[in-house]
């Protein structure tokens, strides 16, 4: 019996087995991350009108580098938690009964990723949760408005522009007097923490870690028709580099004598992070002193350019028209190498293999830089921020702290898996590669926060990242190397990284 029939039945056979007790659950463990107390004031933070006229970042294929819960409803699965005990749970710390509100762009009540959290947090505080969905692109304006009208929501994600752009217009609530680092579900955490610092100040404890936002997708079947090394065993063995890549792709598209066969397509922008952070270097670092510091002019981000346009010139990465964000044939036909692509799009792969035995998509991170002695991987992070205004940071940070530890918690880990599984569909090898990288502290992690600046800079850090890998024939920079787009672009992005540096002084 093949390895891929036997993972589908082991994943059938999870779902129709596991049985879980979250009763037991250790309420200091989970509920020792809060400072508050039930006699504290609220506390009041200031809020200032932000301009209006700022506008969220253009949407990408999930509106953010950061690893966002799909936006999916799973209010059918089997993920239900009403079995939780509620005379076990004894919680460290009192609040208040409560109607949170929401605003974003899906159900946090009933998604997958957080419905575990959302239930654990409804069972044990008796507080619920009402969402106020909009579109990705809507989001900073109905925040600003609420804001300015003395109408906060309490809840609102971590986006590509959170940190610094709206952070620095003071659009969100200090949360230091709500949240302990020194507890078990943040454990390792703090280094992290502390890079989202704004002014001496922590606004965002992000709850989701993702060490490889963005992976390598490939027809494992395929590969093994043709002959090739599995990826992911090379992954396994320490030799996926930039050279075992080169040489793959090198060797799957000289494999078809038509010439039908293509290399790297995908989401081009990161997927060039990707490659330049396996340097262990990020194009904008956050020092330990809370400053924005660009590496554009490093000697390893530069190493990291010329191996891409390396790619692009040998044909081995291709931009193809119509395809970049969602095409899924190239990879299920066998007619591309890999396609670089965030992780929500191996949902709809293993939602495919359940309906074809044949089929057998796996992926892998970005490779290793030949140079480096190590993997070094682009982390994204996902968490929830509380608008400055809202009256229920205490509450809130209750619910951060239950989504924490939904992913420390063995009980509330297997109740999320569970739920996962049966919405998702992946097998049990795919799962558990693809859970393996949120375990931050396994793996070297790099922070690397090139899109927050303002809307322009942005898109123009896309623009040159897209262009190094792919010959996207953009009009501004069709033609030009990587050194070219980065001297033409430097002085702005350090003028405004300067401005930023300068709050607080």
Known sequence: MSKRILHRMSACLLAAVVSLTIGGCDAKISMNGLLVSHSEEETQTDTSKADKNESSVPETETSSTVAAPEITDSSEDASSTDYIDNSDFSAGYEIEPAELEYLGCYDITTNAEVKAAYKYFTENFDCTIKC??????????????????????????????????VMSKNMYTPL????????????????????????????????????????????????????????????????????????TIRKFVDSDSDGNRTGLYGATEYSAQAIIDSTGVP????????????????????????????LKKEGLAKFQEGVINVDEEP????????????????????????????LDIFFVPFPRDTEADEYY??????????????????????????????????????????????????TDEQYDFLYSFKEINNFHAVVDEPYGLDETTAQ??????????????????????????????????NKLIKRYNSFGE
């Open 460 to 493: 123009i850090i896309k623009d040159i990242l897209g262009n190094t890998l792919f010959d996207l024939q953009n009009e501004t920079y069709a033609g030009q190397s990587w050194t070219q787009m980065r001297e033409a672009n430097i002085g702005s992005i």
């Open 176 to 247: 230091d007097d709500y949240m302990d680092l020194s507890a078990p579900q943040w454990s390792g955490l703090e280094q992290y923490i502390n890079k989202y610092k704004w002014n001496g100040k922590n606004y965002y404890y992000p709850w989701s870690y993702n060490v490889s936002p963005y992976f390598l997708i490939y027809n494992r079947g395929v590969f093994e028709q043709i002959g090739l090394d599995d990826p992911k065993e090379l992954y396994d063995e320490g030799r996926w580099t930039w050279d075992a890549m080169a040489y």
């Open 331 to 358: 990879i299920v036909s066998g007619t591309a190498a890999f396609q670089g692509m965030g992780e929500w799009i191996i949902t709809s792969y293993a939602r495919k293999m359940t309906n074809d035995d044949a």
């Open 377 to 426: 991987y682009s982390v994204s992070t996902f968490g929830y921020l509380v608008p400055a205004g809202s009256k229920l940071a205490k509450q809130a940070s209750v619910f951060i702290n239950c989504c924490r530890l939904s992913n420390t918690d063995e009980d509330l880990k297997a109740t999320a898996k569970t739920s996962i599984m049966k919405n998702k569909k992946y």
């Open 283 to 310: 194009l904008i670092e956050i020092g330990e002193d809370g400053k924005l510091v660009s590496n554009f002019n490093n000697a390893s981000v530069d190493r990291a350019a010329n191996y891409m346009q390396s």
């Open 132 to 165: 106020t969905i909009v579109g990705s692109l809507q989001i900073l304006e109905k925040l600003t408005t609420a804001i300015s009208s003395g109408e906060s929501p309490d809840l609102v994600d971590y986006a590509d522009n959170t940190f610094p752009l």
